[in-house]
């Protein structure tokens, strides 16, 4: 069984910085050979794709609501992809999640992490 597992959460204070990462686990997965997705659902509200970086070249995909403060990219040696947030708000609040995309990054998410959460204090 393939698992995406995200790592990285917890609680920053506005206008503080955090990293997450998705790794994958049981079913060998290349996330390098993978486009990778970050979402987020916060309370009451639908589920936001944030972020999404392709397997072809790493281009990537940012949401308006997160430009030119969340970073997508990948750390080829650990199998990983991070999603850098800095000046978070409190509206950043929310569940995290990684997915891949295997039909690219305007695809449909396939295969799942379960989450991790990420609360911002004002």
């Known amino acids: 069984q393939v698992l995406l597992v995200e790592s990285g959460g917890g609680l920053v204070q506005a206008g503080g910085s955090l990293t997450l990462s998705c790794a994958a686990s049981g079913v060998t997965l290349d996330l390098n050979d993978e486009h990778i997705a970050w979402f987020r659902r916060a309370p009451g509200k639908e589920r936001e794709e944030v972020s999404c970086?392709?397997?072809?070249?790493?281009?990537?995909y940012v949401a308006a609501s997160v430009k030119d403060r969340f970073t997508i990219s990948r750390d080829k040696a650990k199998n990983t992809v991070m999603l850098q947030m800095n000046s978070l708000k409190r509206e950043d609040t929310a569940v995290y999640y990684c997915?891949?995309?295997?039909?690219?990054?305007?695809?449909?998410?396939?295969?799942w992490g379960q989450g991790t959460q990420v609360t911002v204090s004002s």
């Open positions: 997915a891949s995309k295997p039909g690219g990054c305007k695809g449909r998410p396939l295969y």
């Open positions: 970086i392709s397997r072809l070249d790493d281009s990537t």
